[in-house]
C-alpha cells in the first residue's frame, strides 16, 4: 500500500511543532532527520500501531510506538506518537504527527528549531 505525505501538513511535539507547505520544507525536514540519524547512530526505526481509531473511511487517526535502531543492532528508548493519515486520490498521505519526547534534540530536528540555533 502506498503512502506519501499530505501538504500541507504539521509535525512535531508538546514542544512545538513544523508546519510543512511545499516540498521544499518536507525536503528540509528529511535532511534535518538524516542529520539527526547520523549523529546519533541510528540505522532504521522500528514503529508498531497501538490504536487505530476510523474516523471515516478516508481518515484514520492512530497512536504508535517507534524505536530507533542503532549501530550494533540495539534498540533505543522507545517515543510515542499521534498521527492523522488521510487518503487522498487513492493513496494514504500522512497529514500530522506528533511525538511525545523528553529529547530535545529530537524535538529541535522535528520543530525545525535546529537549524536556528547558534552553535549549529
Known amino acids: 500500500m502506498p503512502i506519501g505525505f499530505f501538504l500541507p501538513q504539521t509535525v512535531g ?3 512545538g511543532e513544523r ?9 528540509r525536514l528529511y535532511d534535518d532527520a538524516c542529520a539527526y540519524f547520523d549523529a546519533n547512530g541510528i540505522l532504521d526505526l ?3 500501531t497501538t490504536s487505530a481509531l476510523f474516523r471515516s473511511k478516508s481518515c484514520v487517526q492512530a497512536t504508535f510506538v517507534s524505536q530507533h535502531v542503532l549501530r550494533g543492532h540495539v534498540l ?5 506518537a499521534h498521527g492523522t493519515l488521510r ?5 494514504w498521505r500522512i497529514e500530522e504527527s506528533h ?8 524535538t529541535l530536528t522535528l520543530t ?3 537549524r536556528r540555533t547558534p552553535d549549529r
Not at 508546519?19 to 525536503?27: F, H, M, S, W
Open 76 to 80: 533505543g528508548k522507545e517515543t510515542f
Open 13 to 15: 511535539t508538546f514542544e
Open 19 to 27: 508546519r510543512l507547505e511545499t516540498e521544499n520544507d518536507l525536503r
Open 112 to 114: 525545525g528549531s535546529a
Open 99 to 106: 511525538y511525545a519526547t523528553d529529547s530535545v534534540e529530537l
Open 46 to 48: 522500528k514503529r508498531h
Open 87 to 91: 487518503r487522498v486520490d487513492g493513496l
